[in-house]
């Protein structure tokens, strides 16, 4: 069982639905990471979180740290959000990430 | 303020050879992270520097090592280079730590194998 566990691996949604993204660990984290990356191949960092909700635009991650798990929230969902999108969780208060194995999201308009 | 910058941005070597990479950060991050990805094994941890020391290593053989220098910029190096090599090599840099804050990825090294 990998530390780091995400649900689904591929998710196909129509332009303006509401999507939920599931991040799960198995030990205590110092952090966990949500990032996002286009065909290409660039990583880009959407949220980084230890506790509680961030909010950026259309995107909400929230976590738990007592049940050790985390969702990532696309609201109002666009084409152009079409990526795989990763968790990442500094387990233990090391300074290193252990990688879900990502979410391919596709939105169709 | 620029980005994280990796040279070479495509390399192809053949089994046997050795190669470095090369990862300049974000002025004034002193954290470096390599990770390596793949199809089958997706984003793996290599190691992390700061200020010029190695913090944390992953599960990689010996063959693949690094280095930061004072200027924070940092070298990977993988030597014997096998067809599993094949990958995308991303660095990122923080301020502190990717336990600590958010990380910046470069655009990456994609290194073929022949």
């Known amino acids: 069982k990998n530390e780091v566990e995400q649900s689904p691996q591929n998710l196909t949604a129509q332009e303006g639905e509401f999507i939920t993204i599931n991040c799960s660990y198995s030990?205590?984290?110092?952090?966990l990471h949500w990032l996002q990356q286009h065909p290409g191949g660039g990583i880009v960092s959407l949220f980084m979180?230890?506790?509680g909700k961030k909010k950026h635009g259309r995107l909400i991650a929230t976590i738990n740290i007592q049940e050790k798990h985390s969702s990532l929230h696309i609201t109002a969902s666009h084409p152009r959000d079409s990526a795989v999108y990763i968790c990442?969780?500094?387990?233990?208060?090391?300074?290193?990430?252990?990688f879900g194995q990502g979410t391919r999201l596709t939105i169709n308009p | 303020k620029a980005g994280v910058t990796q040279t070479p941005r495509y390399l192809i070597k053949t089994r046997g050879q050795q190669v470095t990479l090369s990862c300049s950060p974000i002025?004034?991050?002193?954290?470096v992270s390599w990770y390596q990805q793949t199809p089958g094994q997706g984003l793996q941890f290599l190691f992390e520097?700061?200020?010029?020391?190695?913090?944390n290593k992953g599960n990689f053989p010996g063959r693949f090592s690094g280095r930061q220098f004072s200027n924070s910029r940092s070298e990977m190096n993988v030597s014997t280079l096998e067809l599993g090599d094949s990958a995308l090599y991303l660095c990122?840099?923080?301020?502190?730590?990717?336990?600590?804050?958010?990380?910046?990825f470069g655009p990456g090294t994609r290194l073929t194998v022949l």
């Open positions: 990122a840099s923080s301020l502190v730590g990717p336990a600590t804050d958010t990380q910046y």
């Open positions: 030990v205590g984290i110092s952090a």
């Open positions: 979180l230890s506790s």
């Open positions: 990442a969780a500094a387990l233990g208060g090391a300074q290193k990430l252990v």
């Open positions: 002025s004034g991050h002193r954290s």
């Open positions: 520097y700061f200020s010029e020391t190695q913090r």
